[in-house]
């Protein structure tokens, strides 16, 4: 089955820094790769995904970027927030598959 | 709209006794998936509904796990002879139609589970 590595399980950034959190996966088959924040005692909820057949995504302050060769991806946020406080799960889902297999999360630490 | 509502929010329970878990996914979602986060980790996946039928329960870690959505909505995680070690956050998810390779996951905000 697929397996999904993260890294770091802990980030701390200074309020305007950017941060970088990197998976790697398993399975070549894999195609979607979705980023959940979930902020504390609350429900994980998607930012960003992205397919296999592009190479990298934005939306504002938040990029994914993809490389099918090396099976990684990273999560790429600049201008970091205090909000932005949070751990964030990447996941990786095969094609012929309806089930995500998640990292095991990163703790951002934005201090203002 | 309504997102993904769980209950109870909490359970405290004895080592050996049976729990129940209620998942009422958004409506419309076919496709609805339980998941174990233990602190510190990811959502572990536990099974995935299409429907009514158990698609993949292959996330279940033994006999004592069940689940059902006997009318294509509402689903209830059932433990039998709880043990310490079930002691974890158990959410549920659901999905607008299953597509392999492309699901968001719509979370509900989680069933604490804490075995004495």
């Known amino acids: 089955g697929e397996n999904v590595e993260q890294h770091p399980s802990t980030l701390s950034v200074q309020e305007g820094d950017s941060a970088v959190i990197k998976c790697t996966y398993s399975d070549s088959a894999s195609n979607y790769f979705p980023w959940y924040k979930q902020e504390l005692g609350k429900r994980p909820q998607l930012i960003i995904d992205?397919?296999?057949?592009?190479g990298e995504k934005k939306d504002q302050r938040i990029a994914v970027t993809l490389n099918k060769t090396a099976k990684h991806f990273s999560l790429h946020i600049t201008e970091t927030q205090p909000e932005d406080s949070a751990v964030y799960f990447c996941a990786a889902e095969t094609g012929g598959s309806y089930i995500p297999t998640f990292g095991r999360g990163t703790s951002l630490i934005v201090h203002p | 709209g309504a997102g993904v509502s769980q209950t109870p929010s909490n359970k405290v329970t004895e080592k050996g006794k049976y729990v129940e878990l209620r998942c009422d996914p958004i409506?419309?979602?076919?496709?609805l998936y339980w998941y174990r986060q233990s602190l510190g980790q990811g959502p572990e996946f536990l099974i995935y509904f299409q429907g009514t039928g158990a698609a993949d329960d292959s996330g279940l870690p033994n006999d004592r796990f069940f689940a059902v959505r006997p009318e294509g909505s509402v689903s209830t995680l059932k433990i039998q002879r709880t043990e310490r070690g079930d002691s974890a956050v158990y959410l549920c998810a659901s999905s607008p139609m299953a597509l392999a390779g492309a699901n968001e996951q719509f979370f509900g905000p989680g069933t604490r589970l804490t075995v004495l």
């Open positions: 992205i397919r296999s057949n592009v």
């Open positions: 409506s419309g979602h076919t496709a």
